[in-house]
């Protein structure tokens, strides 16, 4: 049969190529939701240790959970397996880890003396949250990949899990506990503000750098290995940081509206050889 009709021999490895195809295809699009689903472990695994009361284990948890997102994402993209159920899936995932997970470690922490209003605070972190995330998603075309519009919710989330991993022993008193509501206030605003933070999806791993990049982060890694409390909550109050200073910058540098008008009437009346001198 395969002398009589030589064609048919040759489609025939190229019909068990493209079905491997299929089955490698199908395995990259599994990658990045296996990824997903270990960033939405790491969150019920935080909710169940803070209920125990073991702050120590719990809080890294969402540090986990931020990095499992990070790559989740990244893979995606460099494998071009992104779909629609990856990113409803991976928003999911992230109201859980990075909503739900933190709210309820900071009120077992340090809310849970004040009664309602530590509930109010850890339900305005959740509801920001989702909010955020749910913005993030309309508006993923149509905004400068750069930056993100208000705070990043994995980056909220790392406010209150740095803060107890800093100091897992909590509260128990009133008046201490007042002073924890500002780690779930402050990042709630934030996420659902229009305050520009810095992105670094743009950052190329392939491009030549110099050899003080990587000297920063062996730097870093040195830091993070002798003292990874105070090391993580620096990094994340510094990123807060940073929207806000950007932010201030750039409201005491703005150009009144008029100005620019102005300027435009103005050089309508002046010479053409005027106008190119103080161009030049």
């Known amino acids: 049969m395969d002398e009589r009709h030589p064609r048919l021999?040759?489609?025939?490895?190229?019909?068990?190529?493209?079905?491997?195809?299929?089955?490698?295809?199908?395995?990259?699009?599994l990658l990045p939701s296996m990824l997903t689903m270990?960033?939405?472990?790491?969150?019920?695994?935080?909710?169940?240790?803070?209920?125990?009361?073991?702050?120590a284990t719990a809080a890294p948890f969402i540090g986990f959970a931020i990095v499992l997102d990070m790559l989740d994402g990244r893979v995606a993209r460099m494998t071009g397996?992104?779909?629609?159920?990856?990113?409803?899936?991976?928003?999911?995932?992230?109201?859980i880890s990075f909503g739900?997970?933190?709210?309820?470690?900071?009120?077992?922490?340090?809310l849970q003396p004040l009664g309602r209003i530590g509930w109010a605070a850890g339900f305005l972190f959740v509801a920001a949250a989702a909010v955020r995330l749910a913005r993030f998603n309309i508006q993923t075309a149509v905004t400068d990949k750069r930056y993100f519009v208000g705070l990043p919710s994995p980056a909220?989330?790392?406010?209150?899990?740095?803060?107890?991993?800093?100091?897992?022993?909590?509260?128990?008193?009133?008046?201490h506990s007042t002073a924890v509501l500002a780690v779930m206030i402050v990042p709630a605003l934030l996420m659902v503000s229009t305050i520009r933070f810095r992105s670094f999806k743009t950052f190329d791993l392939n491009v030549r750098r110099s050899y003080a990049v990587l000297l920063l982060v062996a730097v870093g890694l040195a830091l993070l290995a002798a003292q990874p409390d105070l090391f993580l909550l620096v990094i994340a109050y510094t990123y807060l940081v940073s929207g806000l200073v950007a932010w201030t910058w750039s409201r005491l540098h703005r150009r009144p509206a008029g100005h620019d008008t102005h300027d435009a009437v103005h050089d309508d009346h002046q010479p053409v050889d005027a106008k190119i001198t103080r161009n030049l």
């Open 9 to 29: 021999r040759m489609l025939r490895p190229l019909r068990r190529r493209t079905d491997h195809t299929r089955r490698f295809r199908r395995g990259v699009y």
């Open 100 to 110: 739900i997970a933190p709210a309820i470690l900071v009120f077992a922490w340090g």
């Open 156 to 175: 909220a989330a790392a406010i209150p899990a740095s803060t107890v991993f800093a100091y897992p022993e909590g509260f128990t008193s009133a008046l």
């Open 81 to 95: 397996s992104t779909s629609e159920f990856g990113l409803e899936f991976d928003s999911l995932a992230d109201v």
């Open 38 to 55: 270990g960033n939405m472990f790491c969150g019920y695994a935080c909710i169940v240790y803070a209920m125990r009361g073991d702050f």
